[in-house]
Each structure stands twice: as structure tokens, then as C-alpha cells.
């Protein structure tokens, strides 16, 4: 069982930049590999990044390539999520979530990022 708490999120205007943080639970934290997802208000949640167990693999949805940064601590069992030239279109709700051997197993309860222009 792995529990999952995001923090981080807030209010900022388009171009600041937010780190997102999800700390874990459990000393199992490293066998998972980690998520970050979003959900805007109205629309569905969506995939935003990806970093494997050891850390040496990401994947980013296109529309936050050079700007979103994923990372781990296992030391800290947490991940983040740096966010740098944020965008209105970035208002969402981000969601942190562990990766079993097949699916995301485990999920926070999300923090609130808002961007105003």
C-alpha cells in the first residue's frame, strides 16, 4: 500500500514557474514508478509526465515539453514536478500516482495549480 499527498500548488500569473511536490508513504516508494496528471475544469484528466523507477526514463505530453521538469528522491520517497513558463492553460488540478506493473495503482488528492494571464 503506498499512500500519496501532493503539495505545492497555487495561485501565479503566466510565466512564473511552480514545483509541485508528492511525498509517499512506505519504504516500497522506489519499486513504483510515477505519474503527474491533470485535470481542468470540464475536461477529462490527462497524462502530464513520467519518470521510470530508477529515474533515467521521462515522458512528457507535448504541451509541456522544455517546461515541465519531473524528478525523484528516493531517499525523500517524493517526486516533483518543476513548472517553469506557466500558461492559463495550465489551470488544473494535478494529480500524483504510482505505477504498478501494468497500471497506476495509487493516486494522491491533488493539488490546485490556477495561472492567471
Known amino acids: 500500500q503506498v499512500q500519496l499527498e501532493e503539495s505545492g500548488g497555487g495561485l501565479v500569473q503566466a510565466g512564473d514557474s511552480l514545483r509541485l511536490s508528492c511525498a509517499a508513504s512506505?519504504?516500497?516508494?522506489?519499486?513504483?514508478?510515477m505519474g503527474w496528471f491533470r485535470q481542468a475544469p470540464g475536461k477529462e484528466r490527462e497524462f502530464v509526465a513520467f519518470?521510470?523507477?530508477?529515474?533515467?526514463?521521462?515522458v512528457y505530453v507535448d504541451s509541456v515539453k522544455g517546461r515541465f521538469t519531473i524528478s525523484r528522491d528516493d531517499a525523500k520517497n517524493t517526486v516533483y514536478l518543476q513548472m517553469n513558463s506557466l500558461k492559463p492553460e495550465d489551470t488544473a488540478v494535478y494529480y500524483c500516482?504510482?505505477?504498478?506493473?501494468?497500471?497506476?495503482?495509487?493516486w494522491g488528492q491533488g493539488t490546485q495549480v490556477t495561472v492567471s494571464s
Open positions: 500516482a504510482a505505477r504498478g506493473a501494468r497500471e497506476y495503482e495509487y
Open positions: 519518470i521510470s523507477r530508477s529515474g533515467g526514463n521521462t
Open positions: 512506505g519504504r516500497t516508494f522506489s519499486s513504483y514508478a
